[in-house]
Structure formats: structure tokens, C-alpha cells
């Protein structure tokens, strides 16, 4: 009899899961398994947790509803506590498990890990695919170097109308048995770590809210459903740049993040609407974000750890450092700049920003308070519910001027901002941002706070 266990990481879900779908046609008995590392919400990365309440509760609910899925077709999902590796080593050794199913990393850590357990357990069979991105790698084993910018990869792609692999598909009923059982309760592990929620509200508390980002499988295909049975994609590239509006963005970001949705499924229902509804500027434009996002992925590949490095691609260091003072007031929304201090009250509170506002931020950081781009990059990652580790740091080393891009770093003019995109102020006082506005450094250095996060 032949036993596997399938690690979900960043792909919870079953519908275009081509890992699953190969563990499940070659084995008899199948244990489903997610891994929480205790280390995510210690703060040891720049300071920052790995792991913010808001994307925790995001988490925590897709994976709830992941399990009620599987439930209902006769498996359940086990969750482990403890470093990955070492849990995994554990349970495949005690079972005698030689299968072992994980999607294909992008992150450089990530990656090391599953090397990790291939290392250790030398007779263990790895069964790994893209599931998260559009294409695999032996379609970019032809195309030669096109990373050194996204023009270069957006081009060649369009030049050789390279397609996206298909979705495929799983057919729940024919879900093997459990190859493990848990005696856990999953709810009950969930919240040791932290209080779970039911949402993620777009709007906080104070501001009324607005719609809701629901985590699962099931709810990640409904918004992806009712986006495209609406009017807003024919006029995307004219609102996208909207600091806080639900319609005028995709709002895919979050269930990309976890993989709840693949970028396959949102390209195809893309394609689908554009054969019914007919093509534009902005149906085109949800393509061109579709592969950003799908260039910072290869290009975390590419890059491996100098992604996370103060330095990056660039030849030379960028001219900042680690201001305590300064940092602190940026992450609370407290600097001389009230669209900034709105959009960092807004993350704060709900967990989520537009891509124009993660750019203002991610700008102010660097260019105005002259701060370690890491440090900014660290704090999304434990904030945002959309947090992809290749396109939040490709982003930022994108903003910072030591990405691939040989253009350099970006330096957006905020007086300028607030004029194009908040010139009546609604947003600013929508977040408060005018409340926080501070001075930059404080006067007499025995005023300067300890950073404490």
C-alpha cells in the first residue's frame, strides 16, 4: 500500500493543485498536513514578527475552511507545531510515509527547507509542481535571460505568446483515506496563537465598514466569480490607482498570497471574460499585473538570498540606515506627512493597503526618513494579509534602487501624490493621517524611544 503526506504551504486549496492531483493518482492512502512555526510571531526579523494578527486571522480562516472541505469528502487536515523540517522528518519516519507532496518554493528559505528534508531522508520521494504561478521552468529554459527587467520578460513573452499552463483539475470524490489520523482539535491549536476572526474588514471600526475579505478556497472562487460577472475590469487600469475603494482594484492579492485561487484560474476566467465581454486597455492591464507579480516570482528564484540583502543586485550600498526614531513613527503613522500616516494607519488597522499606497510608503521610508529599505520590507510581511514573500521584497529592492531593474529606485513626491490621488483630503481624514503628523527626530536625544515592536 502505497502512503503519502501532502504539505500545504502557500496553496490551500484543491481545485488547480497539480501536486495534489499527482499524490492522489498514485497513492492509496494520503495525509493531509500544514505546519505552524512558532517562530513567525517571534520578532526576529528586523525587529518585526514573520507573522502580524491580521494575517494570522487570514490565515487561521482559509485554513479552517481548507479543512471543512476536506471533511466533507472523508480526510481532514493535520496541523503540526514546530520547525517544518523537523515535524515533517518526525511524522514520515514514525509512519514509514516515503511520499512526500509540496508545491515548488519561490522563496529562497522556503526552498531550503524541502532540500532540507530531501537531504535528511535520502530515500524520500518528493513530489513537487508549480502551483503558484503561471508558468513552470522548462518554459523559460528557452527564452534565455529575461530578468534583468520586467520589459525584457513582459516582452519576450508576449513576442513568443507564451501561454499559461491550464488549471487542472481534482476530482473530490475520488479522495483516497486518511494515511494519519489527529486527536487535535484544529480550532484549538489556531488559537494559541493568537484571537481568530471571522473577516478581514477593509474598513476599520471607526470608519464604518466596507466589504470584506473572507479567507478559503470557496470564497477566494466567489470574489474571483463576481469580479468578472461585473463591469469594474473594463475599467480597471482607470481606477486602479484608487487609495481606498473596493471596486477599484482586483482584490486577488490576499487569496494569491495563500494560494486559496491560483493565477492560472484568475488568467482563464480573464480570457473568458474578454471573449464575452470583448478586450481593453484595462482587461490588459489585469494580464500585465498578473505578470509582475509572475516576474518577481522567477526572479526570487534567480536571486535566492540576495533578496533579503541590504545591497541586493545594486554595485554599490544605498545611503540609508537603521533610524529607530524614524522607523517607529512610519510604522505608527506618525511622520510629517499625513497621506503617509493614513496609509500606515490603514494597514495597521485592517491589514491590507492599496498598491499606490504601499508605493508612497515604501518611497517615504527610503527617500524621506533615508531608513533601511528591510526594515520596511519586515513590517509588511508581518502586516499585510497579502503578504508573497517574492513580490513583497522584489517590490521593495524595486523601490529601493537595488532590484534588477537597471533604472534604479523610485522616489515618489508625496505633495504631488496627495494632489493626484487625495486632493480633497477624504482619505486623510478617512485615516486620521493629519492627527499623527509629527516632527521627523526629536529634539534632545535623551527623547528617543527605545524601538520595542
Not at 501536486?19 to 497513492?27: C, R
Not at 518554493?105 to 528534508?117: M, N, P, S, V
Request: hydrophobic share 35%.
Amino acid at each position: 500500500m502505497n502512503k503519502a503526506v501532502y504539505w500545504f504551504t502557500h496553496d490551500l486549496r484543491l481545485q488547480d493543485n497539480p501536486t495534489v492531483s499527482e499524490l492522489l493518482q498514485k497513492n492509496d492512502e494520503v495525509a493531509f498536513v500544514f505546519v505552524i512555526d512558532p517562530r513567525w510571531f517571534e520578532q526576529r526579523n528586523h525587529h518585526q514578527k514573520m507573522m502580524g494578527s491580521h494575517r494570522w486571522r487570514f490565515l487561521c480562516e482559509s485554513l479552517l475552511a481548507l479543512d471543512e472541505t476536506l471533511r466533507l469528502h472523508g480526510q481532514h487536515l493535520i496541523v503540526l507545531e514546530g520547525d517544518p523540517v523537523e515535524q515533517l522528518k518526525s511524522v514520515l519516519i514514525e509512519h514509514r510515509i516515503n511520499t512526500l507532496g509540496c508545491a515548488k518554493q519561490t522563496g529562497w528559505f522556503e526552498r531550503t527547507q524541502l532540500a532540507r528534508l530531501g537531504v535528511d531522508i535520502p530515500r524520500l520521494n518528493i513530489v513537487s509542481q508549480w502551483n503558484s504561478t503561471l508558468f513552470d521552468e522548462a518554459q523559460f529554459s528557452i527564452m534565455g535571460d529575461v530578468f534583468s527587467s520586467f520589459s525584457r520578460f513582459r516582452k519576450r513573452i508576449e513576442t513568443a505568446h507564451f501561454l499559461p499552463l491550464e488549471p487542472c483539475k481534482i476530482w473530490l470524490e475520488t479522495l483516497p483515506p486518511p494515511a494519519l489520523e489527529s486527536t487535535h482539535s484544529l480550532h484549538t491549536q489556531l488559537s494559541r496563537y493568537g484571537v481568530l476572526s471571522s473577516y478581514i474588514s477593509l474598513r476599520g471600526h471607526e470608519n464604518g465598514y466596507a466589504q470584506d475579505f473572507h479567507g478559503g478556497e470557496q470564497a477566494a472562487l466567489e470574489h474571483l466569480n463576481n469580479y468578472f460577472s461585473s463591469r469594474a475590469p473594463l475599467s480597471y487600469k482607470q481606477t486602479r490607482n484608487a487609495l481606498d475603494d473596493w471596486e477599484s482594484s482586483t482584490k486577488f492579492s490576499p487569496f494569491l498570497s495563500l494560494g486559496t485561487v491560483s493565477p492560472r484560474q484568475v488568467w482563464q476566467q480573464l480570457r473568458r471574460y474578454e471573449a464575452e465581454f470583448g478586450s481593453n486597455e484595462s482587461t490588459y492591464w489585469i494580464g500585465f499585473e498578473l505578470l509582475w507579480r509572475e516576474y518577481f516570482q522567477w526572479l526570487s528564484i534567480k536571486q535566492g538570498v540576495t533578496l533579503y540583502a541590504f545591497k541586493g543586485n545594486a554595485s554599490t550600498a544605498p545611503l540609508t540606515s537603521h533610524y529607530a526614531e524614524r522607523l517607529m513613527k512610519w510604522t505608527k503613522g506618525e511622520t510629517p506627512f499625513p497621506l503617509v500616516n493614513a496609509c500606515m494607519n490603514q494597514l495597521n488597522e485592517t491589514g491590507y493597503l492599496s498598491n499606490r499606497g504601499r508605493q508612497i510608503v515604501a518611497s517615504c521610508l527610503v527617500n524621506e526618513l533615508s531608513v533601511d529599505w528591510r526594515f520596511g520590507a519586515a513590517y509588511f510581511q508581518q502586516q499585510l494579509i497579502d503578504f508573497d514573500v517574492a513580490s513583497n521584497w522584489g517590490n521593495w529592492q524595486y523601490i529601493a534602487g537595488v532590484g534588477a531593474d537597471p533604472r534604479g529606485g523610485r522616489h515618489f513626491n508625496i505633495d504631488k501624490q496627495t494632489e493626484m490621488y487625495d486632493p480633497d483630503g477624504e482619505y486623510i481624514r478617512r485615516w486620521n493621517g493629519q492627527q499623527g503628523a509629527r516632527a521627523l527626530d526629536s529634539v534632545d536625544a535623551a527623547d528617543w524611544p527605545i524601538y520595542d515592536m
